[in-house]
């Protein structure tokens, strides 16, 4: 059973389209996260949702639209789409108060921009 | 602002040759530390982290890191790779956000194990 679930793990789609990506966890953490893993494998956060409450917004174009309907679902919708946004996008969940700030992965959702 | 820096982003070793991985962070505030690998394809699995205690941390697979804090450093090392040892692997730094913990990863380094 899958701790950290997203889908779907691959799109691929125009630009101008607009996508969403899903992601769940079963492990009962109150805080769950979005980042962009780009073609050089780096890793930035994009968002963060504590029980269904936004608490990190980084600087992210508001075509990004995370919704977050309770604590065990995240999801990312994206409106008009540019070839940069071209990436993996990583959903990850932490419990707060727990290990510091550990985090786990789900195995991401590659978006190729054409 | 926490940074993390990795230094090399590609390191070859032999098979059964010593893995040192290079880490140095920046942070305002005592520290959590981590190391995260990614596989081909998969997401980040966690490695073994440093919260508070002992500074030689050990984790899965062979690894160990040892926080260093005069020298800011989280080097990961391993004694002898293994070739499924090769991967892409993370550095973090964990700071408190506003009662949150805010991660940030470092570059990576990939690991190429050479038979």
């Known amino acids: 059973d899958t701790a950290v679930s997203q889908t779907p793990k691959y799109l691929v789609t125009q630009m101008g389209n607009d996508k969403s990506i899903k992601c769940e966890q079963n492990l009962g953490h109150d805080t769950m996260y979005w980042y962009k893993q780009d073609s050089k494998k780096f890793l930035k956060i994009m968002f963060s949702?504590?029980?269904?409450?936004?608490?990190i917004n980084e600087t992210v174009p508001n075509r990004f639209s995370p919704k977050s309907p309770d604590k065990a679902h995240l999801n990312l919708h994206i409106n008009s789409l540019e070839l940069g946004d071209s990436a993996v996008y990583f959903c990850a969940s932490s419990q707060r108060g727990k290990a510091s700030g550990e985090l786990f992965f789900g195995e991401g959702s590659r978006l190729t921009v054409l | 602002a926490q940074s993390v820096t990795q230094l090399g982003s590609h390191v070859s070793v032999s098979e059964g040759a010593l893995v040192l991985l290079r880490c140095n962070y920046s942070s305002s505030v005592p520290p959590y530390l981590f190391w995260y690998v990614q596989y081909p394809n998969q997401g980040l699995q966690l490695l073994l982290k440093y919260t508070t205690g002992a500074t030689l941390v050990k984790g899965i697979n062979g690894f160990e890191a040892e926080f260093k804090k005069s020298e800011t450093s989280f080097h990961l090392t391993k004694p002898s790779a293994h070739m499924s040892d090769a991967a892409e692997y993370f550095c973090?730094?964990?700071?408190?956000?506003?009662?949150?913990?805010?991660?940030?990863f470092g570059t990576g380094t990939k690991l190429q194990v050479i038979p």
């Open positions: 973090a730094v964990s700071e408190d956000s506003g009662g949150y913990q805010k991660v940030t």
């Open positions: 949702y504590n029980n269904k409450e936004l608490i």
